[in-house]
Structure formats: C-alpha cells, structure tokens
C-alpha cells in the first residue's frame, strides 16, 4: 500500500471525504465515459445526474469515505499515479481559506479569528468550522474552498479550529452577488477578439483555441445568478495550462479580456473579474 493512500484511507476513517490528485496538483480526468459531462454528472454535485461511475471522476465530487472504493479496481491505477491527497471540506463540515502569498497572509492575521493553520508551499491554510459557497480569488492571494471544491491534505495543522467567522461569509457575498435585473455592475468598453494574428508562437490551430475560448465563455454566461467571478477565474486558469508548452506569444491577454468582458455581462464588479481572471492566468503558468 502506497503512503498517499494509507494517508487516504486513515482520513477516511475520520469521516473526511478525499480524492487522489495527480501532478501538477490537479485531480484526475474524467474517464471517456464521463468526459464533457456525457454521463450526466454525479449526483453529489450541482446539478445532479445519473452518474455512477466508479472512477474518480469529477473531481470533488467523487471524494469518498468508502474504503472499499478508495482501495479498489477502479481506482487503483490513479493511486499508482497520485502526487498528492486532497480532501473535500464541505463534505466534513469545514472551511479552508488558501492563502497564496505573504501579502494574503499578513491580511487574514489583521482581519479573520485565528483558528487552525496549515503551512503549504507559498502561504498557509486556514480552517474554520462550518461550510460555505467556495470561491477562488475573493482577494489577491486568496481562495475560500468548502462545498464543491477540494483542498490538498498537508497535515492536521496547529491551532484551536473555531467557527466560521461572517468575515469570510462575506468575502464570498460580495464578490459573486449578481445585481438586480436590469442593474448594471460597471461599463466595458469593446474589447478585440482573440485572432491568430496575435498567437504567432502559439502550438495550437486557431480552431482548438477559439473552441476551447467559446466553451469557457458559455461556461461563464451560464453563471446568471452566482459564481460567474470563480468560473471565469477556473476557466483562464484551465485555458493558460494549455499554452503552457507552446514558445508564445499565444495572445491570452485577449483571451483574459474576453472572459472579464463576458463576466461583467453576467454581473460580476469589473475590478473582480479583472483580478480572478489575472489570477486565473498567472496561476497555471
């Protein structure tokens, strides 16, 4: 038995729902069966669907508890290629503030309750009792992760847990509240179209980036009511990971203005938009 998955299993045990991650801290793709959502999507998630699949598809919505799962068939194969553990802490009742920097860090001890901290790689992690809506890029440097998100395993921390603070709450109101219909957040004036003219060391056609560019827009649009600031964050940070090997310039600038511009339409605050979809971009690289 590998040391990610007798870790897996121990949280398990504790009731803590967790998921393999592979590298580049990332969970595993959707198997071909499940991949674009055909399957209709887990019965966990948002819009619940028929999927049963037994792979650990889905990101955190395939978290499980069952060590029956976590040890079988099925997902024996991501185990052997796993870099990581994470959890899903909404499923167990918490709250993770990820912060990303020194800066984001220095913010939390002036304005949040101390509770238990976790350090990661650039920042730390804090973990309050009670879950939330999850957002990534609330602030620089700061993602909240609860329901519908995962967060990588990095140790039981240090500090007494306390209970989820409005300070946080609001973090998440803010930012993703959509106006009333008819309001009207900021005005943006006309942004230029991604075209190949501006990718000339770009790898890709210039029909596999505007395929991937107008999915993530819809994506986006679909967002009416909230979360259009984290998806188009989710989304320029997915679209950059495809350029990551390509020699540039791939012209994800226009793309980046683009995805602000189609967040905006759906009522997110420019400066919001603006900052999670930079985020989005300067987080895959």
Partial sequence: ??????????????????????AGKLPFGNCPACAGNACGGRPSMKTA???????PCHAWAAATTDPATLTGPAWASAWRQTAAVAYHPGGTGLTVVDLDHADAITWARQTLPATRTVPTTRGEHWIYRGAM??????RDGVDVKSTMSYARWLGPGAGTMTRLPDAVRALVEREETT????????????????????????RHTERYVRTGLERGLALVRARTESGAGSQAFGVAQFLAKQHATCPGPCGLDLVGQQLVATAVSVGVPEPYASRAVANGLAGAA
């Fill in 1 to 22: 038995m590998s040391t990610l998955l007798a870790t897996a299993l121990t949280l398990a045990a504790r009731n803590v729902p967790v998921l393999p991650l592979r």
């Fill in 49 to 55: 669907g028929p999927c049963q699949c037994p792979r």
């Fill in 133 to 138: 809506q999850s957002a990534n890029a609330v």
């Fill in 179 to 202: 106006p009333a219909r008819g309001g009207v957040v900021s005005s943006v004036p006309g942004r230029d179209q991604w075209d190949r003219s501006v990718a000339t060391g770009c």
